[in-house]
């Protein structure tokens, strides 16, 4: 029965999302359920295009993620997969009418991961965040507007600024597994994993315009998707000021992580400025 099938497709874009992100389920969950189902579904197809390119060390990824894509198009013109991940991702593409170009980028910056090493240039840069993050803030933002075309446009910039930030604070976190484990470097500010406190404070500046120009589009966001965002957003602000409290030399060392008792307590704080209505 295909009613099954979907709504069992759906709990594996769930199960996914729990199971790689504490963070973002916890900020999915902060969602109104209505819309809750379709961002996993999201996630998932994200998270596994991701894990392709990123984690498969011992298999080939360029056929693996040939495989895939062939299977991701051909479950968006059929309308139906037996990969439940890619299932439930087609039933939002068509329930939503997400873009067909945004996921062209999306794969296209995956399909980078596969061999390039090195963004030389800020318009290499830009090009890969706008593919990776941008695209996958569009695609929610989709789900958020329900339809609402025009409110679609007037919140696509601020959702692209918010995808940047996320994106950009990722590769500053995971700076060190980055270039010691994938040998890649993203920053077009750093050679390899050389970076000295300026051109870290720089590059947290770069950030801190991101996410100000997001937080003008977050309070306009339908009160559906307001708070989860918000709550998204508190994380990496946070994960941001810390950051910017680390010596350079430390975030090529170890990993900067958020507690999960801070976790709570950013859950909380957003909670009250959102009930306060101080967003």
Same mark, same amino acid.
């Given at each position: 029965?295909?009613?099954?099938?979907?709504?069992?497709?759906?709990?594996?874009?769930?199960? +996914? !999302?729990? /199971?790689?992100?504490?963070?973002?389920?916890?900020?999915?969950?902060?969602?109104?359920?209505?819309?809750? &189902?379709?961002?996993?579904?999201?996630?998932?197809?994200?998270?596994?295009?991701?894990?392709?390119?990123?984690?498969?060390?011992?298999?080939?990824?360029? /056929?693996?993620?040939?495989?895939?894509?062939?299977?991701?198009?051909?479950?968006?013109?059929?309308g139906?997969?037996?990969?439940?991940?890619?299932n439930?991702?087609?039933?939002? +593409?068509?329930?939503h009418?997400?873009?067909?170009?945004?996921?062209?980028?999306?794969?296209?910056?995956m399909?980078?991961?596969?061999?390039?090493?090195?963004?030389?240039?800020?318009e290499?840069?830009?090009?890969?965040?706008?593919?990776?993050?941008?695209?996958?803030?569009?695609?929610?933002?989709?789900?958020?507007?329900?339809?609402?075309?025009?409110?679609?446009?007037?919140?696509?910039?601020?959702?692209?600024?918010?995808?940047?930030?996320?994106?950009?604070?990722?590769?500053?976190?995971?700076?060190?597994?980055? !270039?010691?484990?994938?040998?890649?470097?993203?920053?077009?500010?750093?050679?390899?994993?050389?970076?000295?406190?300026?051109?870290?404070?720089?590059?947290?500046?770069?950030?801190?315009?991101?996410?100000?120009?997001?937080?003008?589009?977050?309070?306009?966001?339908?009160?559906?998707?307001?708070?989860?965002?918000?709550?998204?957003?508190?994380?990496? &602000?946070?994960?941001?000021?810390?950051?910017?409290? !680390?010596?350079?030399?430390?975030?090529?060392?170890k990993?900067?992580?958020?507690?999960?008792? /801070?976790? /709570?307590?950013?859950?909380?704080?957003?909670?009250?400025?959102?009930?306060?209505?101080?967003?």
């Amino acid at each position: 029965m295909k009613e099954l099938f979907d709504k069992l497709s759906y709990r594996c874009s769930h199960r +996914v !999302t729990t /199971m790689y992100s504490t963070s973002f389920s916890l900020a999915v969950k902060m969602l109104s359920p209505k819309i809750q &189902k379709d961002i996993y579904a999201i996630y998932g197809f994200v998270r596994f295009a991701d894990e392709i390119v990123d984690s498969f060390h011992d298999y080939d990824k360029e /056929m693996l993620l040939d495989e895939f894509e062939s299977d991701l198009y051909n479950s968006i013109e059929r309308g139906i997969s037996l990969n439940p991940i890619l299932n439930s991702f087609q039933q939002v +593409v068509h329930k939503h009418k997400i873009d067909h170009h945004l996921i062209d980028h999306f794969m296209k910056s995956m399909r980078a991961d596969l061999n390039k090493q090195e963004y030389k240039s800020v318009e290499e840069y830009e090009d890969y965040i706008y593919g990776s993050a941008d695209v996958v803030g569009l695609m929610c933002l989709k789900v958020f507007v329900q339809g609402d075309q025009k409110q679609f446009e007037a919140l696509k910039a601020p959702a692209m600024r918010l995808g940047s930030a996320f994106q950009k604070v990722n590769f500053l976190r995971d700076l060190k597994d980055d !270039t010691e484990n994938l040998h890649r470097s993203y920053f077009p500010h750093i050679q390899g994993s050389i970076i000295d406190m300026d051109t870290k404070d720089k590059i947290i500046e770069e950030i801190n315009d991101d996410f100000h120009e997001a937080y003008i589009g977050i309070k306009q966001l339908p009160i559906e998707a307001k708070f989860g965002v918000y709550t998204a957003y508190i994380y990496y &602000k946070k994960l941001l000021r810390k950051l910017s409290k !680390t010596d350079a030399s430390e975030i090529i060392e170890k990993r900067i992580r958020i507690s999960n008792p /801070m976790k /709570m307590f950013l859950l909380t704080k957003s909670f009250v400025n959102y009930k306060l209505n101080l967003l």
